[in-house]
């Protein structure tokens, strides 16, 4: 039976109600962003006056008749902010009968006479409930100047920082208008509490919730389908330890990423439906063991991998292939797009080392021969499922399905042999620019700033360029051989001059703070030796640059 009443604040968090956040919700993930604005709609609202009370929005609860503890499956972070709200309120009221209004919302005082234990209102996720009760919940924690502990998840960080956030709002409200607050928030504030007895109808209800766009994610979703599988409540609270902890490691988009790359590799098809529909209708009619062994034999590895492709971390391969590997994840990890994920992920879970460099190197050449090609995302990964296949099946079919057809090679040859700065969007040609300097460079650069594409003959020559005639500059300007990677800085700085004044510029010895330093990418450096930009200057340089990235990619 499904139950649904309009209540109060006081009232949802009184006495007739102690909320657990159970193990398979996620974690609690409102910034402090999101915990101002609540307080500004709470103070917006009070003084508009309205007639009608003001709603917060729904909460839906577990909850058995006759008993009071009710788990809640969707409002968490709403009922999680809102005690911590109470709290700080409570921490900064002067008049008893104020702390203690507030202080029934958040926290239960022991009482031998009545039977009573020390408890709080609602008991956080049970890898943040010691921290957000000693830290936020017990009377004057909010008061102090740091957390009973130093946080050790992302969700007890949001935690303090909010109660910080909002204590420093709170705090610049005059005592009269924060007490009309406190009147308002416990009283005039009103939620939609829909309370059932079965985990499945909750779990409906939260699906559909997530239908209609509510904050909740896929992997939300799939985690509470997967873990209803589970009867026995321990095993399902540490199924759900595993989970949290996998979201933790990747964080919560990678890990929801490394959901979609399992479906892809396991389906070899695009998505038509969302990601969570796909899972719930794969695991309709499992039980726990099917679950389980989901669990501990596909996502527990895939996990492990997935972590280290992140991270280009290849210490796990032996120490004569390490290299090869970091090289060619480089070169993969700069194509514009990410389809090739499940096929690098595929490779690392079944091949062994020496067939996993050299599949992981024509890989490279294939995406990056693809975002030549210009093929869209349905060819992409028509082209990736049939290396997917051969990794199941037959892994002597690996080489065919990774060989360029003579149309493809065709079309991105011509593309990096072409006006490449004119064919594709400026970050593609950085992102080939990057791939380049990677191979000319004796030690490639990692530079964290942003970098730029700088056109050694401008695109809009000024005096000094009159050596270039009109059909040259076309063939020129927009070509891979004309083209050089540069900080923001030192691009703005190089500008439209003549190449003599460029050379200074990429050397350090401009006039300005950003000029004054020498470049550090390769394909700069490599001018130092280029006296004059010509011509042919320009046909060495470029068959040179194309010549290396043919050879990489196969071409």
Not at 35 to 44: F, T, W
Request: aromatic fraction near 8%.
């Amino acid at each position: 039976m499904i139950t649904a009443s309009e209540q109060t604040v006081y009232d949802v968090l009184g006495d007739r109600y102690l909320h657990e956040i159970p193990p398979y919700q996620r974690p609690y993930a409102w910034t402090e962003e999101e915990a101002q604005q609540l307080l500004v709609d709470l103070l917006e609202a009070m003084d508009a006056n309205y007639d009608e009370p003001y709603f917060l929005g729904s909460i839906v609860l577990i909850k058995p008749e006759g008993e009071t503890v009710g788990q809640v499956v969707d409002g968490q972070q709403r009922l999680t902010t809102l005690t911590i709200l109470g709290a700080v309120l409570r921490d900064l009221a002067v008049i008893p009968n104020e702390k203690n209004a507030l202080d029934s919302i958040v926290y239960i005082r022991p009482n031998p006479f009545l039977n009573q234990k020390e408890a709080v209102r609602v008991r956080a996720h049970e890898d943040d409930r010691l921290f957000f009760r000693e830290s936020i919940q017990t009377p004057d924690a909010t008061a102090k100047s740091e957390p009973s502990g130093t946080p050790k998840t992302e969700a007890q960080a949001h935690m303090w920082k909010n109660a910080q956030a909002l204590r420093k709002m709170v705090s610049e409200l005059n005592e009269q208008r924060r007490q009309g607050l406190v009147g308002f928030l416990l009283k005039r504030c009103v939620l939609v509490v829909v309370t059932t007895e079965s985990r499945a109808a909750a779990l409906r209800i939260f699906k559909v919730l997530n239908d209609r766009g509510l904050d909740l994610s896929n992997a939300d979703v799939i985690k509470a389908e997967l873990l209803a599988k589970f009867p026995d409540q321990d095993e399902m609270r540490f199924q759900a330890r595993r989970w949290r902890e996998y979201e933790n490691d990747l964080g919560r988009q990678e890990f929801e990423s490394l959901l979609e790359t399992l479906r892809f590799i396991r389906e070899e098809r695009k998505n038509t439906q969302t990601l969570s529909d796909a899972y719930s209708a794969r695991f309709k009619n499992a039980d726990a063991k099917g679950v389980r062994e989901f669990f501990e034999s596909e996502l527990a590895p895939a996990k492990e991998q997935y972590a280290r492709l992140l991270e280009k971390d290849v210490s796990k391969l032996p120490s004569d292939v390490q290299a090869a590997a970091a090289e060619a994840l480089a070169g993969l990890e700069l194509v514009p797009n990410k389809d090739w994920v499940p096929v690098a992920l595929a490779s690392f879970m079944t091949l062994k080392p020496a067939e996993l460099i050299t599949t992981l190197e024509r890989l490279e050449g294939l995406a990056w021969a693809m975002q030549l090609a210009r093929r869209y995302d349905t060819q992409r990964m028509g082209r990736y499922v049939d290396v997917l296949k051969a990794l199941r099946t037959d892994h002597s079919l690996l080489g065919a399905s990774l060989t360029l057809t003579t149309e493809e090679a065709a079309e991105a040859n011509d593309a990096l042999q072409g006006a490449l700065y004119a064919k594709f969007p400026t970050r593609v040609v950085r992102a080939m620019l990057e791939r380049l300097d990677r191979l000319l460079a004796e030690q490639p650069v990692e530079w964290t700033g942003q970098k730029t594409v700088e056109h050694i003959l401008p695109q809009n020559p000024n005096a000094g360029w009159e050596h270039f005639g009109e059909e040259q500059r076309l063939l020129v300007t927009h070509s891979l051989g004309n083209l050089v990677l540069l900080t923001s800085r030192k691009n703005s700085g190089a500008s439209n001059l003549p190449y003599a004044e460029k050379l200074k510029v990429y050397f350090g010895l401009g006039q300005t703070a950003s000029t004054k330093k020498r470049a550090t990418y390769a394909s700069a450096q490599e001018l130092a030796h280029v006296t004059t930009w010509t011509a042919e200057a320009f046909k060495e340089r470029h068959a040179r640059h194309v010549t290396l990235l043919r050879k990489r990619w196969g071409l």
